[in-house]
């Protein structure tokens, strides 16, 4: 995105911004990160094909993969979305969302929101967790406190 914008791209990024501002976090997260989907138990029977049903463990939208038996092909995708996930698009055709308002509304939630740290990966096989070279682990190296005006 340009840094200095039209007059008409600012306020179709404004206009995006407010409707990132109505959005619940959820719905947030999804917009801007993708869905994430997880495999669930058909629920219903296709009339052909195999049917592959995911739901997002976040909002709950459902997708359909109706996929070929023989050849594992997409035949076709169809989606469920959650309750209000779905909002009218503007009547002036610019978008609802841009990736930019979405990542601004991120950015202004971070103080609001609490996030879970990040997750240690697993020891490898065979290996106690203690024996891990800091190399191999995802979490960044303990920084020791500077003393008191010492390392300004
Ligand atoms: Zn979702």
């Not at 997002?56 to 169809?78: A, F, H, M, P, Q």
């Not at 065979?126 to 406190?145: C, F, K, L, S």
Request: aromatic share 6%; hydrophobic share 30%.
């Amino acid at each position: 995105m340009p840094v200095k914008l039209t007059e008409k791209e600012r306020k179709e990024l404004l206009a995006q911004q407010s409707r990132a501002r109505e959005l619940s976090d959820t719905y947030l997260d999804c917009r801007s990160l993708g869905h994430a989907w997880s495999q669930c138990a058909p629920d219903r029977k296709p009339q052909f094909g195999e049917l592959q049903v995911f739901q997002c463990t976040r909002c709950l939208s459902i997708r359909d993969d109706l996929v070929s038996s023989k050849y594992g092909e997409l035949l076709s995708r169809g989606y469920r979305m959650a309750p209000g996930y779905l909002i009218p698009k503007p009547e002036d055709g610019t978008r609802t969302f841009s990736a930019a308002a979405l990542r601004a509304e991120r950015r202004r939630r971070m103080s609001e929101r609490v996030f879970a740290p990040v997750i240690d990966w697993p020891a490898p096989l065979g290996e106690e967790p203690e024996t891990i070279p800091a190399r191999h682990r995802n979490r960044p190296p303990v920084t020791r406190h500077a003393k008191n005006g010492a390392n300004k």
